[in-house]
């Protein structure tokens, strides 16, 4: 069922959405070559607790970390390890984070160094994607006219869109109705409705659309072993089109 959420819920959101964005930007500085995925890990989970609350992923499901540190060809849901992350590699960072029962999440990537032109073309076209993904964002329009803003996007960049993954609502879940997804879908799925919340989050890839799962059970990496980029952000569907829940 897609709830319409409350005042007061709406501001618990805007609580949750602002600690996953100051994160965010916490980790940035150490997001460099030399560092392991786990210290981001613990660094991100060490934050969320100051900000008095709790990492949405973290036993969500079972899953064993606190954030998703995706590499390369790791689309979503990597699981932070002793890995050092090294010169030229394609970073996805996902934050989830829990105040007084709300959530906020979002994801960015980054690049450890210079980035390659197929590197920026992935990270520029990903970025993009996410922003007219939500342009399409307002009441009376569909969830549909999203993914196709989403998927016209990559056309432009030569880039395919992850279809077995999807954007999703989220309040007093991490994961709610509805699903949104980054294909074109104009004028289907349900409408857009004041007061709704949303993650919109297109997961873009430099080859084939096709993903499988690791032994892990969690971390999902394209099939062709080319990387792949992912946004995110939260937002609230306004009277006349959107708010952003987890920063610009």
Not at 52 to 71: M, R
Not at 83 to 101: M, N, P, T, W
Not at 108 to 118: C, S
Not at 195 to 223: C, F, K, Q
Request: aromatic residues 8%; hydrophobic residues 35%; proline residues 4%.
């Amino acid at each position: 069922m897609i709830t319409i959420k409350t005042p007061r819920e709406i501001e618990l959101l805007r609580k949750a959405g602002n600690i996953v964005y100051k994160t965010h930007q916490y980790l940035q500085p150490f997001i460099k070559e030399g560092i392991t995925t786990d210290k981001l890990n613990e660094l991100a989970h060490n934050f969320i607790l100051k900000q008095d609350a709790t990492p949405s992923f973290l036993g969500y499901n079972n899953y064993p970390k606190s954030i998703c540190v995706s590499v390369n060809e790791q689309v979503v849901h990597g699981i932070s390890s002793s890995y050092k992350l090294r010169k030229g590699d394609i970073v996805s960072i996902d934050i989830g984070a829990c105040y007084q029962g709300y959530h906020g999440d979002s994801a960015w990537t980054y690049i450890i160094g210079e980035p390659t032109n197929d590197a920026k073309r992935l990270m520029d076209g990903t970025k993009e994607a996410l922003y007219e993904g939500l342009k399409a964002i307002k009441p009376g329009n569909h969830i549909g006219d999203i993914g196709l803003a989403v998927e016209k996007c990559a056309k432009k960049y030569n880039l395919s869109v992850v279809r077995e993954l999807v954007g999703h609502g989220v309040g007093a879940a991490l994961h709610e109705e509805p699903d949104v997804p980054n294909f074109s879908m104009k004028n289907k799925g349900p409408l857009l409705k004041e007061g709704m919340v949303i993650a919109v989050e297109p997961m873009l890839n430099l080859g084939s659309r096709h993903v499988v799962v690791e032994d892990d059970d969690w971390t999902i990496i394209t099939y062709d072993r080319k990387p792949s980029a992912h946004y995110e952000h939260t937002v609230l569907v306004t009277k006349d089109g959107y708010e952003i829940l987890t920063g610009e």
